[in-house]
């Protein structure tokens, strides 16, 4: 996604940034996982099962002192270091966190990715970017099929001001787990900041029907809102696509409504809106455009909710997070249809 300009001269400057980027990054914060834990005695298992019931009651201070206990009857007890390094960190003790996370990382264990990304949090909640950057990025080399550490490397490409570089990792967080709803809201993120309204839009919507009432449920329902109310941009960012026409439709959808005499409700005009792009999406110009990660990701699974005729229940279910009493309403008395929903994205996110 190139979003400042795709002009060549920028292009290259964007190239030669990467460059530079990756360099700055070659030197790993982590060493390579060569050492071999000791498996636990007896002693050890009852003091590790103790310390895990003090740990889920928010009891951190007493789990430590059992873990510690464990270490010192076995130093090489790697489930024990993490352990630490997971209650140092709800303690707020980020550097005692680093400290054991990135000992444990030292020894060849299944779980690596964990340990991983228990450091690279260490360093993002120590604000030290770089580092944690450093991390996901070594982290990444070792398990590219892990949708949290590529999601892990969006987040902290986004928060060093790399919005290409942070959209290229969500899309990867996407394309391996398809249901990974803090991914797609990330990139809708970078969509809507960016005047990629349609793919925003898309990208936004999706998240909330993954997770209609949890995280930043709230927060995504406002930027539709203000993706639905907002004019035409005019631009001529077509990398994820051609979607003038339909940021027209919707416009157009919108000023009709409102030019009519009797006033209509919100979520009316934003239902309006959505099911004319869901016609949108599946007329042929839209269809046969190149292929992009919006129209493999996006646009293919709105045409089957389109296709189903499920267009309708899915504004519906996206939006059971307000306080419209009408949307649970409507919900309750279509469960056939919800649930023909459900079962169309549990398929997509196979």
Request: with cysteine; charged share 25%; proline share 4%.
């Given at each position: 996604?190139?979003?400042y300009t795709?002009?060549m001269?920028?292009r290259?400057?964007?190239?030669?940034?990467l460059?530079?980027?990756?360099?700055?990054?070659s030197?790993?914060a982590?060493?390579p996982a060569?050492?071999t834990p000791?498996?636990?005695?007896?002693?050890?298992k009852?003091?590790l099962?103790q310390?895990e019931?003090?740990f889920k009651q928010g009891k951190?201070?007493?789990?430590?002192?059992?873990?510690q206990?464990v270490?010192k009857?076995?130093?090489?007890?790697v489930?024990?270091?993490?352990?630490m390094?997971?209650?140092y960190?709800?303690l707020e003790?980020f550097?005692?966190?680093?400290?054991?996370?990135?000992r444990?990382a030292?020894?060849k264990t299944?779980?690596?990715?964990?340990?991983?990304?228990l450091?690279g949090?260490?360093?993002?909640l120590?604000?030290?970017?770089?580092?944690a950057l450093?991390t996901?990025?070594?982290?990444?080399s070792?398990y590219?099929?892990d949708?949290?550490?590529q999601y892990?490397?969006?987040?902290t490409y986004?928060?060093l001001?790399?919005?290409?570089l942070?959209?290229?990792?969500?899309?990867?967080?996407i394309r391996?787990?398809?249901?990974?709803?803090?991914s797609h809201?990330?990139l809708g993120?970078?969509y809507?900041?960016n005047?990629?309204?349609?793919p925003?839009?898309?990208s936004?919507?999706l998240?909330?029907?993954?997770e209609?009432k949890q995280?930043?449920?709230a927060?995504i329902?406002?930027n539709?809102?203000?993706?639905?109310?907002?004019?035409?941009?005019k631009?001529n960012k077509?990398?994820e696509g051609d979607?003038q026409?339909?940021?027209?439709?919707?416009?157009a959808?919108?000023?009709?409504?409102l030019?009519?005499?009797e006033?209509?409700m919100?979520?009316e005009?934003i239902?309006?809106?959505?099911?004319?792009?869901?016609?949108?999406?599946?007329?042929a110009?839209?269809?046969n455009?190149?292929?992009?990660f919006v129209m493999d990701s996006y646009?293919?699974?709105y045409?089957?909710?389109?296709l189903q005729?499920?267009?309708?229940t899915?504004?519906?279910?996206i939006?059971?997070g307000?306080?419209d009493?009408?949307?649970?309403?409507w919900?309750?008395?279509?469960?056939g249809r919800?649930?023909?929903?459900e079962?169309?994205?549990?398929?997509y996110?196979?």
């Amino acid at each position: 996604m190139y979003i400042y300009t795709r002009m060549m001269v920028l292009r290259l400057t964007w190239v030669i940034t990467l460059f530079f980027l990756i360099s700055g990054c070659s030197s790993v914060a982590l060493a390579p996982a060569e050492r071999t834990p000791v498996p636990a005695g007896q002693a050890e298992k009852q003091l590790l099962q103790q310390a895990e019931l003090d740990f889920k009651q928010g009891k951190f201070n007493p789990a430590l002192q059992k873990l510690q206990q464990v270490l010192k009857l076995n130093p090489d007890n790697v489930e024990a270091m993490y352990s630490m390094a997971e209650s140092y960190l709800l303690l707020e003790k980020f550097k005692k966190s680093l400290e054991f996370s990135k000992r444990a990382a030292t020894y060849k264990t299944e779980h690596l990715a964990d340990i991983y990304l228990l450091t690279g949090k260490s360093y993002q909640l120590l604000d030290d970017p770089w580092n944690a950057l450093r991390t996901y990025r070594f982290a990444s080399s070792v398990y590219p099929k892990d949708p949290r550490i590529q999601y892990r490397l969006g987040d902290t490409y986004a928060y060093l001001d790399k919005p290409e570089l942070a959209a290229e990792s969500f899309k990867a967080a996407i394309r391996l787990n398809p249901s990974h709803a803090a991914s797609h809201f990330q990139l809708g993120t970078l969509y809507y900041m960016n005047d990629y309204h349609t793919p925003a839009l898309l990208s936004l919507s999706l998240a909330l029907l993954l997770e209609p009432k949890q995280g930043p449920a709230a927060l995504i329902r406002k930027n539709i809102n203000d993706l639905l109310g907002s004019e035409v941009v005019k631009n001529n960012k077509k990398d994820e696509g051609d979607f003038q026409s339909v940021d027209t439709a919707l416009l157009a959808r919108r000023v009709n409504l409102l030019d009519k005499t009797e006033k209509e409700m919100v979520f009316e005009i934003i239902k309006a809106q959505y099911q004319t792009l869901f016609k949108q999406l599946n007329t042929a110009k839209i269809k046969n455009q190149k292929k992009t990660f919006v129209m493999d990701s996006y646009v293919v699974f709105y045409n089957k909710v389109y296709l189903q005729g499920l267009d309708e229940t899915f504004v519906y279910y996206i939006f059971q997070g307000s306080q419209d009493k009408a949307i649970g309403n409507w919900l309750e008395k279509h469960p056939g249809r919800v649930k023909q929903l459900e079962e169309l994205v549990k398929k997509y996110s196979l």
